[in-house]
């Protein structure tokens, strides 16, 4: 019986210590992040992640239209997704662990990204730092977009998404 016990602690752990890994190696598009896709609901990504979401429902007063509001996966730091119409409609990325496709990540310079994404970027001046922007690859054919918000030197925030809502700058406004 220890036996049994033991073997079922180990393979928890390997398994826990294995996707934990993997988590960081996904990579943010326009499209999504890793296995979570862009218009997939709650339980779809749930299932294709493997993980959980914090909540599935708005908190008391977190949005002014309860259709849309944040949840984040457990477990998990700089990383949020913006749910509306009972869907994934955006990805924001916070934290330096993740990168983006092209290997874009918050702390990368304007220019990297730029070069990164070969003159594919329209630059926008920030909403509400003088200094700062926003880059951003628009895939009109698709409707989704990636978007860069940097304070005029690095980048501190990726979103990416439908376009529409890539280009909010106050969370569901």
């Known amino acids: 019986m220890q036996r049994i016990i033991f073997i079922f602690f180990l393979t928890a752990g390997l398994v826990g210590s294995l996707f934990a890994a993997t988590i960081k190696d996904w ?3 326009p499209e999504g992040l890793g296995p979570i896709q862009i218009g997939m609901t709650l339980k779809q990504a749930e299932q294709a992640s493997g993980m959980k979401f914090g909540s599935t429902k708005p908190e008391v007063d977190q949005a002014e239209d309860e259709r849309c509001f944040y949840v984040s996966l457990k477990g998990t730091q700089g990383l949020s997704f913006m749910i509306s119409g009972d869907k994934i409609v955006r990805i924001n990325i916070t934290s ?3 990168s983006t496709s092209k290997g874009a990540r918050i702390g990368d310079t304007e220019v990297q990204v730029q070069a990164l ?3 594919k970027l329209e630059v926008e001046p920030h909403h509400y730092d003088q200094n700062g922007h926003y880059l951003t690859l628009i895939e009109t054919g698709r409707d989704r977009a ?3 918000e940097t304070d005029g030197k690095v ?3 990726i ?4 376009n529409q809502e890539t280009h909010y700058v106050e969370g569901c406004l």
């Open 27 to 29: 990579q943010l598009s």
């Open 96 to 98: 330096s662990s993740f």
């Open 117 to 119: 994404y070969a003159g």
């Open 146 to 148: 990636i978007r860069f």
């Open 155 to 157: 980048i501190t925030q």
């Open 159 to 162: 979103y990416s998404g439908r």
